[in-house]
Every structure is written in structure tokens, then in C-alpha cells.
């Protein structure tokens, strides 16, 4: 299993030849590793381009009702599942039928395009 430092400078290496793409991966591995590694981890989210800026003009207010964070101090059961579309929809379905199964979920196929991990 490949160690976050690996990834931090990968990330470095990508922002030096301006690649975005490869900053973006290794971004998604350094990420991962954590997650595999038990590191904590803080995620910051928001609703993904929710209201027209063009159209609506208290857009700032709406957008912070739609952000939040998550804070990891520890995952205990992490899982690298899902060979294919169908083992992974078979694995989101036993999750979702009992969700203390897993902490967080790692599809082990790129097959599963839309889906680059799930957390609880």
C-alpha cells in the first residue's frame, strides 16, 4: 500500500508541470491513503452549483445553508470492494441495509466512473 508522502509529491511534481489532471489524481490518491492509512481527515462540502448567481440575489446566503464538514478522527472499517458496475450497486445496497457494516467505501474498479468513494 503506497504511503501518503508518495502522492504529496507526486501533487508537487504535477503543479510544477501545470498539469491539472495528474495534480487531481494524485490528489485522489493522497486522499485514499489517509482514509486506508487511519489518518483523521477534515472534508469540507457544499451543494454542488445549487441556485442561478445570475438569477438570485441572496445566492451567498442560500450557498452557506448548503456547506458543512465532516470530521474523521478515526475510520475504523474502511473497504475496497466492487470489481464491476454490479458488485459495486450489490455492495451499496448491503451497506445501505446495514450501515454498521463499513465507515467508508472504496469501489476497486474504475468501472464505477461516477463513484470515487462513499463515507458514512
Not at 32 to 37: E, F, N, S
Not at 72 to 77: I, T, Y
Not at 83 to 107: F, H, L, Q
Request: proline share 3%; glycine share 6%.
Amino acid at each position: 500500500m503506497m504511503k501518503p508522502n508518495f502522492f504529496e509529491k507526486l501533487m508537487a511534481i504535477a503543479k510544477g508541470m501545470n498539469d491539472d489532471r495528474l495534480e487531481g489524481v494524485a490528489f485522489e490518491g493522497y486522499f485514499h491513503t489517509l482514509v486506508r492509512h487511519r489518518r483523521p481527515i477534515c472534508v469540507h462540502y457544499c451543494k454542488y452549483d445549487n441556485v442561478g448567481r445570475r438569477l438570485v440575489a441572496n445566492w451567498e446566503t442560500i450557498m452557506r445553508q448548503e456547506i458543512g464538514r465532516i470530521d474523521w478522527k478515526e475510520l475504523a472499517l474502511v473497504e475496497c470492494e466492487g470489481g464491476n458496475r454490479t458488485e459495486c450497486v450489490a455492495v451499496m445496497e448491503s451497506w445501505a441495509a446495514n450501515p454498521s457494516k463499513m465507515d467508508y467505501w472504496i469501489p476497486s474498479t474504475s468501472l464505477c466512473e461516477t463513484i470515487d468513494a462513499v463515507a458514512k
